[in-house]
């Protein structure tokens, strides 16, 4: 297997395995071993230190620094380690002796050390907790720019949570791939064409370092593939206080064919994707087990990471001599998965022959079952291909479920129902965390001025969220001047950025010139970028051109709209979307008034979302999970436009925004696309657009700013990453860890006992009868009871109840039925009773058996139920 000894002891992260883990990632030594940064000057290590830490992220305090030393390759890069790296070791020393420089970087490392060693939100809350570790799995980070392992959403709500558990102190370790190129990099020809790249990410220019064990050797983990042994690097990237580790196949001991498989994100086929799969979920969790690692709880962000859980379970069989059913039963509990998707082509499926030859012998010869018993986890019932589904396997090995908005729950607990049988919708196992960002990434520096004068430093780690009222107490003109200077950065950047772009393609020097004076700060600007696919809608607003025509060229009331967005290199639709745009721009006279900005990112994305009036998005609903764009514009004072699906659909009030739709689903019913657009131009025509050119006599929107105040003051603390990783915390992890423990104490007797319990109740469930149900109503409430047929079962091992559905006007009420005392014990028949309020009449009840075991979740560990006939 890998090639790391084992420590005797596991450790706790952070901090990790000493030696390994626990030195700072830019010490003296691995300055000299892994980076060409020149030793022998002092304070290089300092800034070495500050440059490799993903916090100068969030903390723009330090951008001065890198600026000074290489302004421009600062401004195209934002990457502090390609500056420190390219910089030379003379004009290092000059600036490192001068007294100013020197003093700025002297306090930017103590505000580092301050903040990595202050004593954190989970430290004072939840010192005692079990949790000690929370593993966190995922096919893409979103952390930076300058480490492009992202494509879009997923990433973004990956990088965001781990910068918010940073923050508050939640003991969690990210794991992801490295790609050598990631995702495509993207431009537009002239006529409109995206053309795609797929530049070379030189590891020594990325902010991360190889990670070695404590004689200096590179950690590298070996899989076993049908075609020969798999080589594995692993990296480390530092974010404040937490650590991301990443695998990378591009090995020199390896094959040719697996050199490029953590090339790409989202390229290749299947096969391609179920390799990336395996070095993610089994590699990953090999790799923290040779960092010394156990985690108490492996967080699944999306099912792409699900096979972690088989090695989970493997590492725990190897450690503890148990069956591969009794160390599922017990690591089960601790595994956590979350679910992005809210249809059904969005889950990962291989064919089993695929995973019969990628898997088999790990099956065979690591877990010890046939493949066939591994198929059977991924396969869903209800499936006539027999195709492995991830987020079944993700779910048959996970202890906890959510969806990522209120509605995306209620989504995927109809998509997931038919994996529960003959159980009512609102019991499907799943529940939700709806997502949040992190509001220190995506603000820009104007609002951080403003928020820190309205609400004080650290606001963001206020648990209530409180604080953000006080902004209510921020006055117009300072809210106004605030929004306008805001506009006009973005308006700067936008400019700067196209002419660059056109310069880039050709265009002649008339229009790059003419991209100087684009746009009018004081104009209404909206904002529209995300992934160029179908079901986003990105022309709707081109539904009616000459209506949108009018409505940007009123003389009046004039508008300006800003576009973004890659379409995936194989979704040619997606493709023509942007083409559709390109072509409106150029008929309708140029870039008066709307423009296409290419290679949409996440600098990209904080320059549009900071500067944007209206953020508009139009998804089909329920087709958007959650979407975190529009959560990005609250704290800068961006007011959003959007479709009632996602995020959107619960934070939505007249008074923070606009919504379109009616709340219901229509498919992709074109006549309905169109009356959506119709509300769509409405909206804009008679609410937006009046609202935001009413002014009062100091030239003040004050409707405008009013929306703008409900806005910031109670969204943003809601859909903070914040508020999103203290309730995984609190709701998931810290049950998860107290489950795992729990089972795996006493030499994981638990385990055992819970797979003799399930397979006890699976043989005799068809066997067992409910009879009659008699009752008798009296002013103490209706008095049930039923005889019941155990047939040998411990009655302990089941639970009656008496159960009545929800309709539309009540929940649906659920009453434990207690065995009558006068039962005779042994004779397996037992007569249940319970008294339940009149509230509903007795006809609504109906008799049913569930399945009961201490901390055990049903029905999303056992899915039997029975009910009377
Ligand atoms: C935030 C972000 C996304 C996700 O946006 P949605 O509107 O939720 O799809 C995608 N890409 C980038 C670059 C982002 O910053």
């Not at 420089?101 to 050390?113: I, M, N, Q, S």
């Not at 979920?281 to 923290?288: A, M, P, V, Y």
């Not at 220190?440 to 780690?461: F, I, N, Q, V, Y």
């Not at 903070?720 to 107290?738: D, H, K, N």
Request: proline fraction near 6%.
């Amino acid at each position: 297997m890998n090639q790391v000894l084992l420590p005797d002891q596991p450790v706790k992260c952070p901090p990790m395995r000493p030696g390994l883990l626990n030195r700072t990632l830019m010490d003296e030594t691995s300055l000299a071993t892994d980076t060409c940064l020149p030793t022998g000057i002092d304070g290089v290590s300092q800034l070495a230190e500050l440059a490799i830490d993903l916090r100068s992220t969030w903390k723009h305090d330090g951008d001065t620094i890198w600026r000074g030393l290489d302004e421009e390759l600062w401004e195209a890069t934002n990457n502090p380690w390609v500056v420190l790296q390219t910089i030379s070791r003379c004009r290092l020393s000059d600036k490192l002796a001068d007294p100013d420089f020197r003093g700025r970087l002297d306090a930017l490392t103590e505000a580092r050390r301050e903040y990595l060693g202050e004593k954190t939100w989970f430290q004072k809350e939840h010192a005692d907790s079990v949790l000690t570790c929370a593993a966190y799995f995922s096919m893409e980070f979103m952390l930076s720019e300058a480490l492009p392992i992202y494509s879009g959403g997923l990433g973004n709500v990956a990088g965001d949570q781990l910068k918010a558990a940073s923050d508050l102190g939640v003991p969690v370790v990210g794991v992801g791939l490295l790609y050598q190129q990631g995702y495509f990099r993207q431009s537009i020809a002239a006529d409109g064409t995206q053309l795609e790249y797929y530049p070379f990410n030189d590891p020594a220019q990325l902010p991360i370092a190889p990670l070695r064990d404590e004689d200096g050797e590179w950690v590298r983990i070996k899989l076993a593939m049908p075609d020969g042994p798999l080589w594995l690097r692993a990296w480390q990237v530092q974010a404040g206080r937490v650590r991301l580790v990443l695998l990378d196949s591009n090995d020199g001991a390896n094959l040719p064919a697996h050199r490029g498989i953590t090339s790409e994100l989202y390229g290749g086929g299947p096969e391609m994707r179920l390799k990336q799969e395996i070095v993610l979920g089994i590699g990953g969790w090999r790799l923290l087990t040779a960092m010394g690692i156990q985690p108490d709880v492996c967080h699944l962000n999306e099912g792409h990471a699900a096979f972690a859980v088989l090695e989970r379970a493997c590492e725990y069989m190897a450690r503890t001599g148990q069956s591969f059913e009794s160390a599922m039963a017990i690591t089960r509990a601790g595994n956590i998965f979350t679910t992005h998707t809210a249809v059904p082509a969005g889950f990962d499926r291989f064919a089993p022959s695929m995973i019969e030859h990628f898997l088999g012998r790990f099956a065979v010869e690591e877990l010890g079952i046939p493949v066939q018993k591994l198929l059977a986890m991924g396969q869903d019932p209800g499936d006539p291909t027999g195709d492995f589904n991830m987020a079944s396997l993700a779910i048959q090995g996970s202890g906890a479920v959510n969806g990522v908005s209120r509605l995306h729950g209620e989504v995927s607990r109809h998509l997931f129902a038919s994996k529960f049988p003959r159980w009512p919708i609102n019991e499907i196992p799943v529940g939700h965390v709806t997502n949040g960002v992190h509001m220190p990434s995506w603000d820009s520096s104007e609002a951080d001025a403003l928020w820190t004068e309205a609400c004080g430093k650290d606001r963001w780690r206020d648990p209530s969220g409180a604080l953000s009222h006080q902004m209510r107490s921020i006055s117009d003109e300072r809210l106004w001047q605030f929004r306008t200077s805001s506009t006009h950065s973005m308006i700067e950047y936008a400019r700067t950025r196209l002419s660059r772009e056109l310069a880039g393609s050709g265009a002649s020097s008339e229009s790059v010139e003419a991209t100087r004076h684009l746009f009018d700060p004081n104009v209404l600007t909206l904002g529209f970028a995300r992934r160029f696919a179908t079901y986003k809608r990105p022309n709707l607003l081109l539904h009616d051109r000459q209506r949108l025509l009018d409505m940007l060229n009123n003389p009046e009331r004039p508008v300006q709209l800003v576009i973004a967005g890659k379409a995936h290199p194989a979704d040619l639709v997606g493709q023509t979307l942007i083409r559709n745009w390109i072509d409106f721009i150029r008929d309708s006279g140029g870039r008066t008034h709307v423009i296409f900005l290419s290679d949409y990112d996440m600098k990209l994305a904080q320059r549009l979302v900071q500067g944007v009036d209206v953020w508009i998005n139009t998804p089909r609903r329920p087709w958007e999970a959650s979407g975190t764009s529009g959560m990005k514009v609250l704290v800068n004072g961006g007011l959003n436009l959007s479709e009632l699906d996602g995020w959107w659909a619960e934070a939505y009030q007249p008074e923070f925004g606009w919504a379109i739709g009616d709340g219901a689903e229509h498919g992709d019913d074109p006549a309905w696309d169109a009356a959506e657009a119709n509300e769509l131009y409405e909206v804009l025509e008679n609410e937006v657009i009046p609202l935001f050119y009413e002014r009062d006599e100091r030239g003040i929107p004050t409707g405008w700013l009013a929306k703008m105040r409900n806005s910031m003051s109670s969204l943003t603390p809601q859909y903070s990453a914040i508020r999103s990783v203290r309730q995984y915390t609190q709701e998931f992890y810290l049950p998860a860890a107290q489950r795992y423990h729990e089972r795996a104490a006493m030499d994981g007797q638990r385990g055992a006992e819970i797979v003799h319990w399930r397979d006890s109740l699976r043989q005799k469930w068809d066997s067992l009868v409910i009879g009659e149900t008699q009752v008798a109503t009296d002013e103490q409430g209706h008095h049930f009871s039923v005889d019941v047929f155990l047939d040998g079962v411990d009655p302990r091992a089941v639970q009656v109840q008496m159960y009545a559905a929800s309709d539309s006007s009540q929940e649906s009420g659920c009453h434990a039925m207690t065995i009558d005392k006068s039962c005779s014990p042994g004779i397996s028949t037992y007569t249940y009773r319970v008294i339940v309020s009149t509230m509903r009449p007795a006809s609504d009840y109906t008799a049913r058996i569930v399945p009961v075991h201490p901390g055990v979740a049903i029905p999303l560990e056992l899915n039997l139920v029975r009910w009377q006939q």
